[in-house]
């Protein structure tokens, strides 16, 4: 039963795209690669730090360095679109797999160590020993396309967010090491882009450090040093790790404001609407990568958005901001597991409070950059509900700005209305019937008519399209 509308309070005012910076913004999303590919916060940044210090010390020019700083926060950008092929193939968590991963160096002894102890990690004897046995018959195919998969799409979105081809051939070469023993392609030497080679170091260094230590990070360059990397590269990390200043800040609280000083000013890229525009979808098909079952989800609900915001009369710059907190609404998923997001039966009590926490991580990373706060709520509050029996926080009406409600009903829609790992999608007839039942307590009745008016004129629209072209192929068929 409908209640009374309860009015929503003021959205904050929507800020100007050159209000910010482009780093601060990459900078901040890029906490979101770190939790999907299973490394600790903080962990781009100071790739950020080691790799800037190292380019500086090669030589490289402004724009070089410039390419080199957003390709260094940026290298991960493909990493959610293999998770749910790892959780597949190795039945194991991909976080725990992806983080564990970097500590080794593919040396035989190694990787089959990691693949015992990583592989099947919460089922029995025999599923175990099935499921190693069925990665050894085609392990080199696996991990190649695995890389493949990640490095390729990464470069991809890189290219729709507008970033120069150097960034973007730099994610493509991630993987691929000095020796020519690296994936996807195989690449050796100087045929392999400088920025990738020198973030594949800076990543070693940084993962190797935070697990044993300064010596230990030296120790596994100079190992590697010809085999992944290139010598060049590794010989001047030998001189900057004996910088003390260096490993302070690497080590420090600040990072994060020493790195954005080594953007080189003279080619600092504005942030206009357009590309605040383009980073949003970039890093929402990053969400959407991470599951089949979510393929496409975010633009959808963004497109939901906005349709009922038409419907609702909102500005256009408010719409606009709207749009772009739709796009990033759950980002914090990418700090979930994949055996918990594409489950199909009913998930257990610890498996539902960390799904439930995806909205906080998602607020944590949005309220990184000032000016996003209004967006930053949409993340944390989309799955509250007007009567307050929604998560995480369970608040009620009257802390739920509009915007929050539009992006919780358009995200109740898709929902709804697509294919999950649980169930097939519903008619949209029959999704909007469910809603139905929660308007007033749980969803607001105004963007919960918008949307159904919406929708009605979307069929209707197609109605008249089909009409027309069944009349044209009538006049020529006689």
Not at 264 to 291: C, E, H, M, Y
Request: hydrophobic share 45%; glycine share 8%.
């Amino acid at each position: 039963m409908k209640t009374a509308n309860l009015a929503p309070r003021s959205a904050v005012m929507a800020p100007r795209a050159d209000m910010l910076q482009l780093a601060e913004v990459v900078s901040a999303l890029s906490a979101a690669l770190d939790m999907t590919d299973g490394q600790p916060v903080g962990h781009s940044a100071r790739c950020c730090w080691i790799g800037m210090h190292i380019g500086k010390r090669l030589g490289l020019d402004a724009a070089e360095l410039h390419d080199l700083f957003y390709m260094l926060f940026l290298k991960d950008l493909g990493c959610s679109s293999n998770a749910a092929r790892i959780c597949q193939l190795y039945a194991t968590n991909d976080h725990d797999f992806k983080r564990n991963s970097k500590l080794m160096d593919h040396s035989l002894g190694q990787v089959l160590h990691f693949v015992a102890t990583n592989t099947a990690v919460k089922s029995g004897l025999a599923t175990k020993l099935k499921t190693i046995l069925n990665i050894a018959r085609s392990a080199g195919n696996i991990t190649r396309d695995l890389i493949e998969t990640r490095c390729e799409r990464g470069a991809e979105i890189a290219r729709t967010m507008r970033f120069p081809e150097r960034v973007a051939k730099g994610i493509l070469d991630l993987d691929e090491h000095w020796d020519g023993r690296g994936h996807p392609l195989g690449r050796k030497e100087s045929d392999i882009s400088l920025m990738a080679r020198i973030a594949l170091l800076a990543q070693v260094i940084d993962v190797f450090h935070i697990t044993g230590g300064r010596q230990a990070a030296v120790n596994e360059v100079r190992r590697r040093a010809g085999t992944w990397f290139d010598p060049q590269l590794a010989a001047l990390f030998e001189i900057l790790a004996k910088d003390l200043s260096f490993w302070a800040v690497l080590e420090g609280q600040d990072i994060e404001a020493r790195v954005f000083a080594l953007e080189p000013t003279a080619n600092r890229t504005p942030l206009d609407d357009d590309l605040l525009d383009d980073i949003a979808d970039g890093f929402a098909q990053v969400v959407d990568a991470k599951s089949p079952f979510t393929s496409g989800h975010s633009k959808r609900v963004a497109l939901y958005s906005d349709m009922i915001a038409e419907e609702l009369g909102m500005e256009a710059s408010r719409k606009r901001w709207l749009v772009r907190g739709a796009l990033l609404h759950d980002i914090g998923k990418l700090g979930i597991s994949n055996e918990i997001l594409d489950k199909t039966g009913k998930l257990d009590e610890d498996e539902w409070r960390a799904m439930k926490n995806h909205p906080v991580l998602g607020e944590h990373i949005l309220s990184k950059i000032e000016a996003f706060s209004g967006i930053a709520s949409i993340a944390r509050n989309h799955h509250e509900k007007l009567n307050g029996k929604g998560y995480p926080n369970g608040i009620g009406a009257d802390e739920l700005d509009l915007e929050t409600r539009i992006v919780t009903v358009a995200d109740i829609f898709d929902a709804l209305s697509a294919d999950r790992p649980y169930r097939a999608a519903m008619p949209t007839a029959r999704a909007l019937s469910i809603m139905s039942e929660e308007v007033g307590s749980g969803l607001d009745p105004d963007c919960f008519d918008a949307l159904a008016a919406a929708i009605g004129r979307l069929h209707k629209a197609k109605d008249d399209v089909q009409q027309m072209s069944d009349a044209s192929l009538s006049h020529v068929c006689t």
